[in-house]
């Protein structure tokens, strides 16, 4: 089975473009998260999807982030307008039913670098 | 609210010594607490997990995790280190089975000594 694909791998632009990276969760899996992970900060939860609403946004950073699951098999992370501080590695992870306490499935990774 | 606390950012050991990872929780309720390892340039996948049932709780790759509840610890052993087991692992809480919210720990990056 596949896992949870995440794209692109990398990702370098300059400050002020926009940068939308994208995830396919686990066929079946009904909740979806989006992580950043930095050296300073560690893991964050920026945002939680179940069943394609958006549950929990209290960690996306500014108004700058935003996300959408327009399907249950199709998720996107976009920044407009980047900066260089958000330079991190997003991690996108999905979940399947209730009874799987804890056991998120984490995609490889989109590893973001503005310039 | 729930936190965990990784002791040590960095721990090496020779390889066939123990391996000891410790982690340290604060939960209101009683805990859900995970093990997850991630290797360079990959996603986290999960090594073991403790949900209320056995306090002595068996993972991948020979690794294996004891709940002590007035300790309030989760620290997690491997009897003998391999080469392999080079990556930085993560101890998680959650609050249990209606909770989505997943805590993640610093890390701890685990170096194997030839």
């Known amino acids: 089975d596949a896992g949870v694909i995440q794209s692109p791998r990398h990702e370098v632009t300059e400050m002020g473009q926009e940068v939308t990276l994208r995830c396919k969760p686990i066929s079946g899996h009904n909740s979806l998260f989006w992580y950043r992970q930095t050296m300073m900060r560690g893991l964050e939860l920026l945002i939680y999807f179940n069943n394609n609403v958006p549950i929990d946004d209290s960690g996306m950073p500014e108004d700058r982030f935003s996300a959408k699951m327009p399907n249950a098999s199709f998720s996107t992370l976009k920044i407009q307008p980047s900066e260089p501080r958000d330079s991190a590695v997003y991690f996108c992870?999905?979940?399947?039913?209730?009874?799987?306490?804890?056991?998120?499935?984490f995609g490889e990774g989109s590893r973001l670098t503005v310039l | 609210a729930q936190s965990v606390t990784q002791l040590g950012s960095h721990v090496s050991v020779s390889e066939g010594a123990l391996v000891l990872l410790r982690c340290n929780y604060s939960s209101s309720v009683p805990p859900y607490l995970f093990w997850y390892v991630q290797y360079p340039n990959q996603g986290l996948q999960l090594l073991l997990k403790y949900t209320s049932a056995a306090t002595l709780v068996k993972g991948i790759n020979g690794f294996e995790a004891e709940f002590k509840k007035s300790e309030t610890s989760f620290h997690l052993t491997k009897p003998s280190a391999h080469m392999s087991d080079a990556a930085e692992y993560f101890c998680?809480?959650?609050?249990?089975?209606?909770?989505?919210?997943?805590?993640f720990g610093k890390g701890t990056k685990l170096s194997v000594i030839p």
């Open positions: 992870a999905s979940r399947g039913l209730a009874g799987d306490i804890g056991e998120l499935f």
């Open positions: 998680a809480v959650t609050l249990g089975a209606g909770s989505y919210q997943l805590t």
